[in-house]
């Protein structure tokens, strides 16, 4: 049928569901134009159309529509809004109708405060007058923004506009699965692509229990790149809770039972009946898609809806493979057995069917981890990623919080040489030279590290130096195990400039080796050159003519475009203050302005971009950033740093499978980076793919066994998917690699704490502290001493970690913990609790979606008493993390507060069940009136842990 008539038809079809159901069939009837023929077939028609719920397939539909369109007897009241292309709403431009449907009209805007296309969907002009219509649609607004998924359409703002809601959302550039199939079925590798997207985007909204229920080829948009975006979330709801002990708000969008919600062919059987739905019902429709997309037709092709009716209820589909061959065999199990009458026969979950269509890559979900964004920082060549993934661990009691797993270090071993070079001191001061000396340290530390491959020699990423603010070699020795250090300094004399460096043994504070040049400042790529073949004629690394060919390519052949970029380097790397972030960007644009083709300059730039928008939130600088990094990769699609600013630019906007492209693209060059494993495994792990991780995070170890960062980050993802042991395994390399490194111990104290070793871990978080005070070993170590009943003591390192960072609402809520259970500090816990309140709101006004910091704030509303806010919170946090361990541990203390023993247990159980550790719930003195209780005492000690 033409694409127009269809469009008729659905017209008339909404039309025709904004009136009661006799109005309905008056107003199609009176569409045969006086036919008495066609009336009483489109009335007979239309009442069992009625039954169904849906018109959209109807020959009913088609018949008034057709007649419609010929008579042009659309009532005015229910035609289209006049909205015109060029009208602003708030801050958005429209620019073009994209279409409409029941739910209303989509257009192409332009955001002008952001500077990006979006689309703008607004209701029909009269669902104000249908309060449930006018719910759907705001339910549709608030289903798809509480996920957060690659395969989602994400969901900006909603607005208002002269009384008038609207959505604003990702434009998708791309086609409809609907009008992907019409010509015939996809090909085997694309089914694959686009089932594998859908079931993870399914996967990401049942976690969240959300129930689309109008899954269907006009929902799915494929865009260019081949990536799936589910749309149109008008008709989810949010589902019930398996416990029937839950309080009734955690069921705000329950449908009432009976009604039919959903599109005719693609409606599971009990949807159909008009049965209760779950997530089983989405699946049925996952494998109708699959089926479609395989085989290009519709599993029941039926046109007469009875008909069509009684194929869903009663007859099996066609087997897949006899209409396209080409299906392996375990695609068309797959297929059947998601479109089973029976829900209890099918697929049980979205994971489960990826585990069959996919085997290679299926995971079971991670437990969530408790991260703290941290900075991401490209310096050059060379890039220290600290995302967040690795920031931060939960540590877990009533003490509840962070066990932090930080940057890494590196100690020798014997043949082993761990280089590490300083920033370089500028000695006639001024802001300029001092940048352009560290941009040349900077870019040094790359040149060796490039020479130094299948040597003896590992170069400690300049990133990490800067990380933890090693300024002298007595610290990298302590910190990062390095048993040589370069350290140099520049002196400007007119027009030329003296650069002197020297090779150090760190343990002995002997010169080994040092050199001094004079050269003209105006030639920076000579100077940069002398000091790179230098520094390896001191470290004994080979400079034959392909290694100069290597070093003297500087991406540029403007000397001031060079020393503008070394400028800029050198600013990124003093990031914290933010004038240098603003002097980094205009040090880039300078080079830029002068070599339009400089790809390092526009991936240094993309960084520079990135930086400023982690300074500020403001998502202006996202476009910035991204528009640097692809140009970057454009103008040199070899070069390493260009694809590891996409990469990491995609990381953090959520983007991860384009990611693991990126960072894919970096390992194929420059198979030793150390920061593009660290950014493959976040993106795997963040698309659930633990195995993929992994053996990332391992091939990361053997690129460079003798650095402890991977080793730090495998622990990290151990802790992440409750692997204790193995993660006690991995410090345990980290401290023997470094054991001036205090970051290492603490992690191992949280490690041993988790394996209830109180003992171990409390002499493990001392160490640290003797090594380097932190508020993170001061927390660990109170919260050791918490679990072991000593209260008091607990209090005061909590204090002292309060002292140092005194707004993180995580310590205060420890703090409040401590004093709680102290004798006589009943009035000093109320206080630490509502500062804990007070900083975790400010934190939910940055990111509202923390569901760490929702489920902490409603600890702490429940602890001074505020039952319905720590309730509301409570239901917030649980929606956005439903599987989260911590997150059913706060629901535990929240509901045990609240006098609601039975609901307490049951979250207690779940808790445990998803990896909360059975030690700390035995020492949390808040469940010390149940040590008695039956129900608790086969909780703690129930095998199933």
Same mark, same amino acid.
């Given at each position: 049928?033409?694409?127009?008539?269809?469009?008729?038809?659905?017209?008339?079809?909404?039309?025709?569901?904004?009136?009661?159901?006799?109005?309905?069939?008056?107003?199609?009837?009176?569409?045969?134009?006086?036919?008495?023929?066609?009336?009483?077939?489109?009335?007979?028609?239309?009442?069992?159309?009625?039954?169904?719920?849906?018109?959209?397939?109807?020959?009913?539909?088609?018949?008034?529509?057709?007649?419609?369109?010929?008579?042009?007897?659309?009532?005015?009241?229910?035609?289209?809004?006049?909205?015109?292309?060029?009208?602003?709403?708030?801050?958005?431009?429209?620019?073009?109708?994209?279409?409409?449907?029941?739910?209303?009209?989509?257009?192409?805007?332009?955001?002008?405060?952001?500077?990006?296309?979006?689309?703008?969907?607004?209701?029909?002009?009269?669902?104000?007058?249908?309060?449930?219509?006018?719910?759907?649609?705001?339910?549709?607004?608030?289903?798809?923004?509480?996920?957060?998924?690659?395969?989602?359409?994400?969901?900006?703002?909603?607005?208002?506009?002269?009384?008038?809601?609207?959505?604003?959302?990702?434009?998708?550039?791309?086609?409809?699965?609907?009008?992907?199939?019409?010509?015939?079925?996809?090909?085997?590798?694309?089914?694959?692509?686009?089932?594998?997207?859908?079931?993870?985007?399914?996967?990401?909204?049942?976690?969240?229990?959300?129930?689309?229920?109008?899954?269907?080829?006009?929902?799915?948009?494929?865009?260019?790149?081949?990536?799936?975006?589910?749309?149109?979330?008008?008709?989810?709801?949010?589902?019930?809770?398996?416990?029937?002990?839950?309080?009734?708000?955690?069921?705000?969008?329950?449908?009432?039972?009976?009604?039919?919600?959903?599109?005719?062919?693609?409606?599971?059987?009990?949807?159909?009946?008009?049965?209760?739905?779950?997530?089983?019902?989405?699946?049925?429709?996952?494998?109708?898609?699959?089926?479609?997309?395989?085989?290009?037709?519709?599993?029941?092709?039926?046109?007469?809806?009875?008909?069509?009716?009684?194929?869903?209820?009663?007859?099996?589909?066609?087997?897949?493979?006899?209409?396209?061959?080409?299906?392996?065999?375990?695609?068309?199990?797959?297929?059947?057995?998601?479109?089973?009458?029976?829900?209890?026969?099918?697929?049980?979950?979205?994971?489960?069917?990826?585990?069959?269509?996919?085997?290679?890559?299926?995971?079971?979900?991670?437990?969530?981890?408790?991260?703290?964004?941290?900075?991401?920082?490209?310096?050059?060549?060379?890039?220290?990623?600290?995302?967040?993934?690795?920031?931060?661990?939960?540590?877990?009691?009533?003490?509840?919080?962070?066990?932090?797993?930080?940057?890494?270090?590196?100690?020798?071993?014997?043949?082993?040489?761990?280089?590490?070079?300083?920033?370089?001191?500028?000695?006639?001061?001024?802001?300029?030279?001092?940048?352009?000396?560290?941009?040349?340290?900077?870019?040094?530390?790359?040149?060796?590290?490039?020479?130094?491959?299948?040597?003896?020699?590992?170069?400690?990423?300049?990133?990490?130096?800067?990380?933890?603010?090693?300024?002298?070699?007595?610290?990298?020795?302590?910190?990062?195990?390095?048993?040589?250090?370069?350290?140099?300094?520049?002196?400007?004399?007119?027009?030329?400039?003296?650069?002197?460096?020297?090779?150090?043994?760190?343990?002995?504070?002997?010169?080994?080796?040092?050199?001094?040049?004079?050269?003209?400042?105006?030639?920076?790529?000579?100077?940069?050159?002398?000091?790179?073949?230098?520094?390896?004629?001191?470290?004994?690394?080979?400079?034959?003519?392909?290694?100069?060919?290597?070093?003297?390519?500087?991406?540029?052949?403007?000397?001031?475009?060079?020393?503008?970029?070394?400028?800029?380097?050198?600013?990124?790397?003093?990031?914290?203050?933010?004038?240098?972030?603003?002097? =980094? +960007?205009?040090? &880039? %644009?300078?080079? !830029?302005?002068? @070599?339009?083709?400089?790809?390092? #300059? /526009?991936? $240094? *730039?993309?960084?520079?971009?990135?930086?400023?928008?982690?300074?500020?939130?403001?998502?202006?600088?996202?476009?910035?950033?991204?528009?640097?990094?692809?140009?970057?990769?454009?103008?040199?699609?070899?070069?390493?740093?260009?694809?590891?600013?996409?990469?990491?630019?995609?990381?953090?906007?959520?983007?991860?499978?384009? =990611? +693991?492209?990126? &960072? %894919?693209?970096? !390992?194929?060059? @420059?198979?030793?980076?150390?920061? #593009? /494993?660290? $950014? *493959?495994?976040?993106?795997?792990?963040?698309?659930?793919?633990?195995?993929?991780?992994?053996?990332?995070?391992?091939?990361?170890?053997?690129?460079?066994?003798?650095?402890?960062?991977?080793?730090?980050?495998?622990?990290?993802?151990?802790?992440?998917?409750?692997?204790?042991?193995?993660?006690?395994?991995?410090?345990?390399?980290?401290?023997?690699?470094?054991?001036?490194?205090?970051?290492?111990?603490?992690?191992?104290?949280? #490690?041993?704490?988790? *394996?209830?070793?109180?003992?171990?871990?409390?002499?493990?978080?001392?160490?640290?502290?003797?090594?380097?005070?932190?508020?993170?070993?001061?927390?660990?170590?109170?919260?050791?001493?918490?679990?072991?009943?000593?209260?008091?003591?607990?209090?005061?390192?909590?204090?002292?970690?309060?002292?140092?960072?005194?707004?993180?609402?995580?310590?205060?809520?420890?703090?409040?913990?401590?004093?709680?259970?102290?004798?006589?500090?009943?009035?000093?816990?109320?206080?630490?609790?509502?500062?804990?309140?007070?900083?975790?709101?400010?934190?939910?006004?940055?990111?509202?979606?923390?569901?760490?910091?929702?489920?902490?704030?409603?600890?702490?509303?429940?602890?001074?008493?505020?039952?319905?806010?720590?309730?509301?919170?409570?239901?917030?946090?649980?929606?956005?993390?439903?599987?989260?361990?911590?997150?059913?541990?706060?629901?535990?203390?929240?509901?045990?507060?609240?006098?609601?023993?039975?609901?307490?247990?049951?979250?207690?159980?779940?808790?445990?069940?998803?990896?909360?550790?059975?030690?700390?719930?035995?020492?949390?003195?808040?469940?010390?009136?149940?040590?008695?209780?039956?129900?608790?005492?086969?909780?703690?000690?129930?095998?199933?842990?």
């Amino acid at each position: 049928m033409e694409r127009k008539r269809w469009d008729e038809i659905e017209r008339l079809y909404h039309a025709a569901l904004e009136l009661k159901d006799k109005e309905r069939l008056s107003f199609l009837a009176s569409a045969c134009a006086g036919d008495e023929l066609l009336r009483r077939e489109v009335e007979s028609l239309l009442q069992s159309d009625a039954q169904a719920g849906s018109f959209i397939e109807s020959p009913a539909i088609e018949v008034a529509a057709r007649s419609l369109a010929e008579n042009e007897r659309l009532p005015k009241s229910l035609a289209s809004s006049s909205l015109e292309p060029g009208a602003v709403i708030s801050h958005y431009r429209l620019i073009s109708r994209l279409g409409a449907g029941g739910m209303g009209e989509v257009y192409r805007a332009r955001d002008t405060m952001l500077g990006r296309d979006v689309a703008l969907k607004f209701p029909p002009e009269d669902f104000p007058l249908d309060p449930e219509k006018l719910e759907r649609f705001r339910r549709e607004a608030w289903a798809a923004s509480a996920l957060n998924h690659p395969n989602i359409c994400t969901i900006y703002e909603i607005g208002e506009h002269e009384g008038r809601l609207f959505i604003a959302m990702e434009l998708i550039e791309g086609k409809t699965l609907a009008e992907k199939v019409k010509d015939g079925p996809l090909t085997i590798e694309e089914v694959m692509a686009n089932a594998r997207q859908i079931a993870e985007a399914l996967e990401e909204a049942h976690e969240h229990n959300i129930v689309h229920r109008d899954l269907k080829p006009a929902n799915v948009m494929v865009t260019t790149k081949g990536r799936v975006k589910i749309l149109d979330f008008g008709l989810a709801k949010l589902e019930r809770p398996r416990n029937p002990a839950e309080p009734s708000e955690e069921n705000l969008l329950q449908t009432q039972v009976g009604a039919i919600m959903g599109t005719l062919p693609y409606m599971a059987p009990e949807q159909l009946r008009g049965e209760t739905t779950d997530a089983r019902t989405d699946l049925y429709a996952l494998g109708e898609l699959i089926y479609e997309m395989a085989t290009g037709q519709r599993p029941f092709p039926e046109t007469q809806t009875k008909q069509l009716m009684d194929a869903i209820l009663n007859q099996p589909p066609r087997p897949p493979r006899e209409l396209n061959p080409q299906i392996p065999e375990n695609v068309e199990a797959a297929i059947l057995k998601a479109m089973a009458k029976d829900p209890s026969e099918r697929y049980q979950s979205a994971a489960e069917v990826l585990a069959d269509l996919l085997p290679q890559t299926a995971t079971a979900g991670a437990a969530g981890l408790r991260a703290a964004p941290n900075r991401i920082a490209i310096f050059g060549v060379t890039v220290g990623v600290i995302l967040a993934l690795l920031a931060s661990l939960l540590l877990v009691p009533a003490v509840r919080r962070y066990l932090r797993i930080s940057p890494p270090a590196n100690q020798s071993t014997a043949g082993q040489r761990q280089l590490a070079v300083l920033p370089f001191t500028a000695i006639s001061g001024g802001s300029e030279d001092d940048a352009f000396s560290r941009g040349l340290a900077e870019t040094l530390a790359a040149k060796l590290t490039q020479l130094s491959r299948g040597h003896s020699l590992q170069v400690v990423p300049v990133g990490d130096l800067y990380e933890q603010h090693i300024t002298t070699a007595k610290q990298a020795a302590k910190i990062f195990g390095a048993n040589l250090v370069l350290t140099g300094s520049l002196e400007r004399f007119g027009n030329s400039v003296r650069i002197s460096y020297t090779l150090v043994d760190p343990s002995s504070d002997r010169q080994i080796s040092a050199q001094t040049l004079t050269l003209p400042i105006s030639d920076p790529f000579d100077l940069q050159d002398r000091v790179v073949e230098g520094s390896a004629g001191m470290l004994g690394l080979p400079f034959h003519e392909a290694q100069r060919r290597q070093v003297e390519s500087h991406g540029t052949q403007n000397s001031t475009a060079f020393q503008n970029y070394l400028e800029g380097l050198g600013y990124l790397q003093n990031y914290e203050k933010a004038e240098n972030i603003d002097n =980094a +960007i205009s040090s &880039f %644009q300078t080079a !830029l302005n002068i @070599d339009a083709s400089y790809a390092l #300059a /526009y991936a $240094g *730039l993309g960084q520079a971009y990135w930086s400023k928008y982690m300074a500020t939130k403001d998502s202006v600088w996202v476009d910035q950033a991204r528009g640097s990094c692809t140009h970057a990769v454009n103008l040199d699609p070899k070069l390493p740093a260009s694809h590891l600013c996409l990469g990491i630019l995609e990381n953090g906007t959520g983007e991860y499978e384009k =990611a +693991i492209r990126e &960072f %894919q693209s970096v !390992l194929e060059s @420059d198979p030793a980076n150390t920061s #593009a /494993y660290e $950014g *493959l495994a976040t993106a795997q792990y963040r698309l659930k793919r633990t195995k993929e991780a992994e053996a990332t995070y391992q091939r990361a170890i053997k690129a460079a066994p003798h650095y402890w960062s991977p080793y730090n980050w495998l622990g990290t993802f151990y802790f992440a998917v409750g692997d204790n042991e193995k993660a006690a395994e991995m410090f345990k390399k980290v401290v023997e690699l470094a054991p001036g490194n205090h970051l290492g111990y603490y992690n191992l104290c949280a #490690a041993q704490y988790l *394996l209830g070793s109180f003992t171990e871990a409390e002499a493990t978080c001392r160490k640290s502290i003797a090594i380097r005070p932190s508020s993170t070993a001061y927390s660990n170590l109170g919260t050791v001493l918490f679990c072991e009943g000593r209260y008091k003591e607990s209090a005061e390192w909590f204090e002292r970690a309060v002292q140092l960072r005194s707004k993180d609402p995580i310590l205060w809520g420890n703090l409040g913990d401590a004093y709680k259970w102290s004798q006589g500090e009943e009035s000093r816990a109320r206080s630490a609790y509502r500062k804990a309140a007070e900083l975790a709101r400010e934190g939910l006004r940055v990111n509202p979606k923390s569901s760490q910091l929702l489920g902490a704030l409603a600890m702490y509303e429940a602890e001074t008493s505020n039952i319905g806010q720590a309730m509301h919170d409570l239901h917030r946090a649980l929606l956005l993390a439903p599987k989260d361990f911590q997150i059913m541990y706060d629901a535990a203390v929240v509901y045990r507060l609240a006098g609601r023993r039975a609901l307490a247990l049951d979250y207690l159980k779940r808790a445990r069940d998803g990896g909360y550790p059975v030690q700390s719930i035995r020492t949390d003195p808040n469940w010390k009136n149940l040590q008695n209780d039956p129900a608790f005492q086969r909780l703690i000690n129930s095998r199933n842990q």
